[in-house]
């Protein structure tokens, strides 16, 4: 996991270059992955389709997954994240503009390791990824590779 990539699974446009714009005005150099369903998602982290050949023992470091997803949504990404040997210990951030308490805690119940609302403000929203990526990418230990 030396490159720390981030995987971005997104399909609000809006919210994706909102994302992008404020990952890169923290100055984290890392790589971006963004795929905009579930099921796009599940095929990167498991090298299949577009993303076969791509070496699974490589990250990412970190999954910001927003809920509300076409084909399958975020938490039925994260019960199949949960439930395989490779990808069970990745650690995967609920970033949704959900404030609703079930799916806070259903996304806790399926082992989501971090919630957070996406903040309307941009300067907010700045603050927030700067924090995420200082946490997740440079002081968060990541768990060792898993092969099954």
Same mark, same amino acid.
């Given at each position: 996991?030396?490159?720390?990539? &981030?995987?971005?699974?997104?399909?609000?446009?809006?919210?994706?270059?909102?994302?992008?714009?404020?990952?890169?005005?923290?100055?984290?150099?890392?790589?971006? *992955?963004?795929?905009?369903?579930?099921?796009?998602?599940? =095929?990167?982290?498991?090298?299949?389709?577009?993303?076969?050949?791509?070496?699974?023992?490589?990250?990412?470091? *970190? #999954?910001? %997954?927003? %809920?509300?997803?076409?084909?399958?949504?975020? %938490?039925?990404?994260?019960?199949?994240?949960? @439930?395989?040997?490779?990808?069970?210990?990745?650690?995967? *951030? &609920?970033?949704?503009?959900?404030?609703? =308490?079930?799916?806070?805690?259903?996304?806790? @119940?399926?082992?989501?390791?971090?919630?957070?609302?996406?903040?309307?403000?941009?300067?907010?929203?700045?603050?927030?990824?700067?924090? %995420?990526?200082?946490?997740?990418?440079?002081?968060?230990?990541?768990?060792? #590779?898993?092969?099954?």
């Amino acid at each position: 996991m030396d490159n720390k990539v &981030i995987l971005l699974v997104e399909d609000n446009p809006d919210d994706e270059a909102l994302t992008l714009r404020a990952l890169k005005k923290t100055r984290l150099v890392n790589e971006v *992955v963004v795929v905009r369903d579930g099921v796009e998602a599940w =095929e990167y982290l498991t090298a299949r389709r577009a993303f076969a050949g791509r070496d699974v023992d490589t990250g990412p470091q *970190v #999954i910001l %997954l927003d %809920l509300k997803l076409p084909k399958l949504d975020g %938490l039925g990404l994260l019960r199949l994240i949960r @439930g395989d040997e490779r990808t069970k210990l990745l650690p995967v *951030v &609920i970033l949704t503009s959900s404030n609703e =308490e079930n799916d806070r805690i259903e996304s806790y @119940g399926l082992g989501a390791n971090s919630y957070v609302r996406k903040p309307v403000d941009f300067n907010q929203f700045v603050e927030a990824a700067a924090r %995420l990526g200082l946490y997740w990418l440079v002081l968060n230990e990541p768990p060792p #590779i898993r092969r099954a």
